[in-house]
Structure formats: C-alpha cells, structure tokens
C-alpha cells in the first residue's frame, strides 16, 4: 500500500467505480495515532475511498482554510492539540458541507449528545470493526450526496439571474441547466436564436462554468471581419505574410490556448475557410498564414448564429461535413417574446442600471408600463429593450416613467427598423415628400442613436449578414463592427 507525503493514498492504487470521481471519495482521517490512521486508510483504500490524514486540529484546519473538500470527516476528539470538536466550533458550516463522523476511547452519552449537538451524523467508540467503520462510511456519503443534490435542485428552480444573464421564466431554467450540464465537456458546442438573444452571453457562462475558467474567452465575430483577414485574425499570421503585415500575429485560436474559442456569426464564414476550421477542428492544430509549420492548441470552441443552420446547409453556403462536427451539442436561446416575465426583470434591471449611469434617479416601472413591455413582440429581442429602456433614461428627468412614455419609445424604434426603408421606397417610387413624417418618427434622438437603429435595422433586412449590411449601406464590414462593439461596451 502506497501513500503519498501527506498521507494521501496513491491515486493509482484506488479501485473507485465509474459512477464517482476521486473528489466525491475523499475521507478526511483526523486521528494522531499513526496507527490507527493507517488502519483506518487501509480499510478505506481496500473499498476504493481515497484517504488523507490530518494529526490535529491545526493540520485538519490548514487543509479545511485552503479550500479542500472532503465529502466525510472521520474525527477523533482526543487530540494533542485540542477537543476535536473544537475544529466543529472553528468550521460552523463544516456540518453543513460534509457528514462528520466522531471516533473516540470516551463512550459517554454526554459526549455524544455534544458531538451530535454539534452537527455530527454519527458517533462510533473505539476499537473500531472494519464492516462498522465502512458502513458508517457508506452512509454518510450517501447522505452529503442527497444534501448536495437537494442544494443544486433548491438552487436551480428559481434562479433570476446566471453568469449574465437575467430571468426565472421556464425557458431561461432550461438554458441555464443545459450550460451547466455541458460546460465540463469538451464538445463543440452550436448556439442557434434570434439576433439580440444573447448568444455571446451563454458562449461566456459556458466558459464560466468549465473547468477552463481560468484560460482565455476569446471571441471572434465572423461576419463583421472581411473575408481576406479572418484568416489571420483566426489563426495568425507572420510578418510579411501579405501587405500590412508587418509584425507576427498569434491569432484567436493560439491566445484561447487553454480556454475558449467562440466563433460568432459562423454562418457567414467563407467556404475557402471553412475547410480550414474543419482541418482544426479535427486535429487542433494551427497554421499561420504565411508559413508551413503546424503549432497545437488546446481549446475548446464554440460557435453561434442567428440563421437556420440547416438552411444553410442545404442552399450550399455551409459546409455539411463542418455543420455536424460543430452542432455536437445544440443549444437554442429562446426569443424574448417567449419568456413571460422575464421581460419585466430585464427592463427593471436595465432601469437601475442605465440610470445609475446617466447619474438620475427613477422609481420602478409601474404596472401599466410593465404590461406594455410584455405585450411587445420585441423582433430585437434583449437588445431592442435596453435601446427603449436606455432612450426613456436618457429623455426622462425621472423619477417616474409613465407607460405612454414607453409607448413612444417603442413606437420610435419600430419607425426606423421598420419603417425607413418603406418610407425611402415610397418616397422614391412616387416622389413623395416624407420629410417631415420622418422626422417626426425621429424627434428627440441623438444621431449615434439614429445610426444605430438604422445600422440594426440593415442587418435584420439582410438576415443578420454584416457584410450583406454594410455592403447595403455603403461601408466595409469592419466599420459596422467596430460600431456594434462600441455599442455593445456601453450596455454590457
């Protein structure tokens, strides 16, 4: 039998089961016996638990301060340093995240009303039988697990809020538990919904989630690079590699290294490179443009689009081969129009947050404005609320904002995204002068807003297409780019 420095059992030597982790099986032996310690660790190790040993309060509470788990404490309570039910006092919600098992020479029934008194699940005197020792064992185990799982369920069933993202309607519970369910995997994952639903958002709580946490978010908008540089922007480039580049460039896969790569607006990606994206996928290895040596990474990507995949693939412009080695793991945002009350949560949220930035002061919406908001359709989604919300903060004094009020803002968005094209049109099939309807439609906005709604509204005529935008209003991609993200810096 083979231990580690700490008293660790070698991790080699533990027969665990399939359905558990090492994590799960850790026994924490605070006993200065050595051996006892090592008897009780034998007994453990022989049923695939896995044993640390502490020889005093202060060795047990070093391990128990630096944030170490243990599912089950098998504690003694004559120790050189101290009442082990002193560590008890020291850990009050030590009871609380494990099940504590006290092992003493002293079989009082006063000491056990204590130890019990003090949140301990079982109470065992010495000399201890094996079967009598893994039963105990066993159970406690069992029972950390049920309060674990009761936890994650109270937990889950009525959260408002999650890594970013605000709402408690049923669909939003559902999006939050598959985030969960697939962040500690390492498969591709595929987010699909409406433009403004919050796609880049669930890329970041899944990277939250994951054990790659602590590595680079590293994200890419593909539609809004020109297609001669995503190349380079993906994978990186060498100086002199093309005109303009006059320095060597790492690129998004290689700075996600150990972290994650999200690919947003796949869909507009050009074929030419989604042979490439292929290529990495299948053997994570990358190649800068302008040189022939391969580098390896380790990331773990995920990507987003707002258009219908499968359509895609069938009108030719999405490879078949890179759609299912993306779409492993499918996950689809709902639109905001289908999450109920959460409508209200956002605006108030978004309400607090927007005045707080413009230095005012307003009370929470009223119902009758709230109502208004839920019976929209809001085609923009999230985003098209916190652009009503940000317009009522901004030409509010406060502190009240009447649902009339809302209606107009409402109705202003509306007449751009929907209504300057046909208005343009009319004015140019008939020659109709619609100044000065337009302009009414537009009283009271900054031009950066006019800008943006009309920006907004170009894109969801081009089905979510920057490049097919920009090329509609006269600008590159990278311009509508560079504009989203400042946009998008000001309300994130």
């Keep these: 039998m083979r231990y580690c420095k700490s008293g660790r059992l070698d991790a080699g030597a533990s027969r665990r089961g399939n359905h558990v982790t090492e994590q799960t099986m850790r026994i924490l032996i605070v006993e200065d016996t050595q051996s006892l310690a090592l008897s009780y660790a034998g007994t453990l190790e022989k049923s695939g638990y896995v044993a640390e040993i502490a020889d005093s309060i202060a060795d047990a509470s070093e391990k128990l301060a630096a944030g170490e788990h243990f599912p089950v404490l098998l504690l003694d309570l004559q120790l050189p340093d101290g ?31 204590e130890a019990m008194q003090r949140g301990a699940y079982d109470f065992i005197v010495k000399p201890l039988a094996p079967e009598r020792l893994l039963t105990s064992i066993r159970n406690a185990l069992e029972r950390t697990e049920l309060k674990t799982e009761i936890k994650t369920v109270k937990r889950r069933g009525d959260r408002r809020s999650f890594h970013g993202f605000i709402g408690k309607s049923p669909a939003m519970q559902a999006v939050y538990r598959a985030i969960e369910n697939v962040a500690n995997s390492n498969a591709t994952v595929f987010i699909t919904g409406e433009s403004g639903t919050g796609k880049e958002v669930a890329a970041e709580a899944i990277h939250a989630e994951s054990q790659r946490r ?38 998004a896969a290689r700075e996600a290294d150990g972290g ?10 050009d074929l030419k490179l989604q042979v490439k994206l292929l290529r990495f996928l299948q053997t994570s290895l990358i190649q800068r443009v302008g040189t022939s040596r391969t580098e390896a990474v380790d990331v773990r990507v995920i990507c987003a689009t707002n258009r219908d995949p499968v359509a895609e693939v069938a009108a030719g412009r999405f490879r078949e081969d890179l759609f299912y080695r993306l779409a492993v793991i499918p996950l689809e945002l709902p639109a905001l129009r289908d999450r109920g009350e959460d409508i209200g949560l956002l605006a ?9 930035e413009e230095g005012k002061s307003f009370d929470p919406l009223a119902p009758d404005a709230l109502q208004l908001l839920q019976s929209s359709a809001f085609p923009g989604n999230v985003r098209e609320l916190q652009n009503v919300i940000r317009r009522a903060v901004i030409m509010n004094p406060g502190p009240t904002v009447a649902a009339r009020e809302i209606a107009s803002h409402l109705e202003q968005g509306q007449a751009v995204t929907t209504g300057v094209q046909s208005r343009t049109q009319v004015a140019s099939d008939t020659g109709a002068d619609v100044t000065d309807d337009l302009t009414l439609s537009l009283e009271g906005m900054t031009l950066d807003e006019v800008n943006r709604l009309a920006i907004e509204s170009a894109i969801q005529r081009a089905g979510g297409s920057l490049p097919a935008a920009a090329k509609a209003l006269g600008v590159s991609p990278s311009t509508l780019y560079r504009k989203r993200e400042k946009w998008l810096s000001k309300t994130g």
């Design 214 to 251: 602590r590595g680079a978010f590293v994200a890419i908008n593909c539609g809004a690079i020109p297609e001669n540089l995503l190349e380079s922007e993906l994978f990186g480039h060498v100086k002199g590699a093309f005109t303009g580049a006059v320095e060597n460039r790492v690129g």
């Design 260 to 269: 994650t790569l999200f690919l947003d607006e796949i869909g507009e990606m």
């Design 83 to 113: 009442d082990g039910l002193d560590l008890l006092r020291a850990f009050p919600k030590l009871a609380e995240e494990a099940s504590i098992i006290v092992v003493t020479a002293d079989g009082s029934i006063n000491r056990a009303v």
């Design 348 to 356: 108030q949220s978004f309400l607090a947050q927007m005045a707080e």
